[in-house]
């Protein structure tokens, strides 16, 4: 099966009756995963509508496309490297390997942005993304890292702009 060089959605099935909403994502390497959205929900104030069962069930491609899942009346869409991302780190093998990828999922990170944050090669990334080398601890630290080290400079602007702002 040849592999994908970006995420391409070639059909979606929303879940119902489950406790929490999920799409059944089939990429067009053939590749098919079960995303479920209740921790997407939980943590995207900008996916609030989506809540509601009636709303989610509407979730469509736009035809002959592929790459987002879209909400045409909600203004809602997630692109299908993000899904894919997504898909990987709730059925990743390890602890180790859900961290790789959910970091890169929720910072919506490149190849190349993710290797520069990780002084690796972009290739080592993609390595670790698709499952042919197991992500070590270490790299899974160095993510957690990254991720704090971001939050602190965030915090540290905003700061900055309300002392300038007094």
């Not at 921790?39 to 979730?59: C, N, T, Y």
């Not at 780190?89 to 790789?100: C, G, K, L, S, V």
């Not at 910072?107 to 080398?133: C, D, P, V, W």
């Not at 790299?139 to 890292?145: D, E, F, I, T």
Request: aromatic share 8%; charged share 20%; hydrophobic share 45%.
């Amino acid at each position: 099966m040849a592999q994908m060089k970006r995420p391409r959605l070639q059909t979606i099935k929303v879940i119902k009756g489950k406790a929490s909403p999920g799409l059944r994502l089939q990429f067009v390497d053939g590749s098919t995963y079960t995303v479920d959205f209740a921790p997407l929900l939980a943590e995207s104030k900008g996916l609030k509508p989506l809540k509601d069962p009636a709303v989610f069930a509407q979730a469509t491609l736009i035809d002959g496309e592929g790459w987002a899942v879209v909400w045409p009346e909600q203004d809602i869409q997630i692109g299908a490297d993000t899904l894919w991302l997504d898909a990987q780190a709730q059925n990743a093998p390890d602890e180790n390997t859900r961290i790789f990828a959910q970091w890169r999922a929720r910072n919506g990170l490149s190849l190349t942005h993710a290797a520069e944050a990780l002084g690796m090669s972009t290739r080592t990334i993609s390595a670790y993304g698709s499952g042919k080398r197991a992500v070590p601890l270490y790299m899974a630290l160095a993510c957690k890292g990254w991720s704090a080290e971001q939050a602190q400079s965030r915090k540290s602007a905003y700061a900055g702009v309300k002392a300038a702002a007094r």
